[in-house]
């Protein structure tokens, strides 16, 4: 595969623009739960407690998904026409090493017992269409963005632990 192969689409964030309106997340529950409920979104706009500052956490739909290869019952597959990873909910057996494995944080276990992570709303994604700050953007991916989303994910993590202690 080339170096600027194109792997799908996908959303990517820009934590300079986000605010932490929230919009993007009551938006992404309202048009999968029917519900306006943080708990319930694909995405989640962190807020860095001191800093003033929100980083938008979504799946970034990963070309190797840590979470689709430690499934043991191969609940996430990858849909044939956006490149989204899909949970089966049908298949899911609700272990959660999806939501371990993920560099990202990006998967979540609802109060009614449910994986969920971002679908890109059959290659229509929502959040991206109402983010007034254009904090969201949904573009092809290509290997070298994804290479840079994985070093983003480790910075990002490493600052979630500085930040919890843990």
């Given at each position: 595969?080339?170096?600027?192969?194109?792997?799908?689409?996908?959303?990517?964030?820009?934590?300079?623009?986000?605010?932490?309106c929230?919009?993007?997340?009551?938006?992404?529950?309202?048009?999968?739960?029917?519900?306006?409920?943080?708990?319930?979104?694909?995405?989640?706009?962190?807020?860095?407690?001191?800093?003033?500052?929100?980083?938008?956490?979504?799946?970034?739909?990963?070309?190797?998904a840590?979470?689709?290869?430690?499934?043991?019952?191969?609940?996430?597959?990858?849909?044939?026409?956006?490149g989204?990873?899909?949970?089966?909910?049908?298949?899911?057996i609700?272990?959660?090493?999806?939501?371990?494995?993920?560099?990202?944080?990006?998967?979540?276990?609802?109060?009614d017992g449910r994986?969920?992570?971002?679908?890109?709303?059959?290659?229509?994604?929502l959040?991206?269409?109402?983010?007034t700050?254009?904090?969201?953007?949904?573009?092809?991916?290509?290997?070298?963005?994804?290479?840079t989303?994985?070093?983003?994910?480790?910075?990002?993590?490493?600052?979630?632990?500085?930040?919890?202690g843990?």
């Open positions: 595969m080339g170096e600027d192969e194109t792997l799908g689409r996908m959303v990517v964030v820009d934590p300079s623009s986000c605010t932490g929230q919009l993007c997340v009551a938006a992404c529950s309202l048009k999968h739960e029917s519900q306006v409920n943080p708990l319930y979104s694909r995405i989640r706009a962190v807020r860095f407690e001191g800093k003033g500052a929100y980083i938008p956490v979504t799946c970034q739909q990963c070309k190797d840590p979470c689709q290869s430690v499934c043991p019952v191969k609940a996430i597959e990858r849909h044939e026409e956006t989204a990873l899909i949970v089966n909910q049908e298949k899911c609700g272990c959660k090493a999806c939501i371990i494995v993920c560099p990202f944080g990006a998967i979540s276990w609802t109060a994986i969920v992570k971002c679908d890109l709303c059959d290659g229509d994604p959040c991206v269409k109402l983010c700050r254009e904090a969201l953007a949904y573009v092809p991916a290509t290997t070298a963005h994804l290479k989303q994985v070093k983003a994910a480790e910075k990002f993590s490493e600052i979630l632990k500085r930040i919890s843990v």
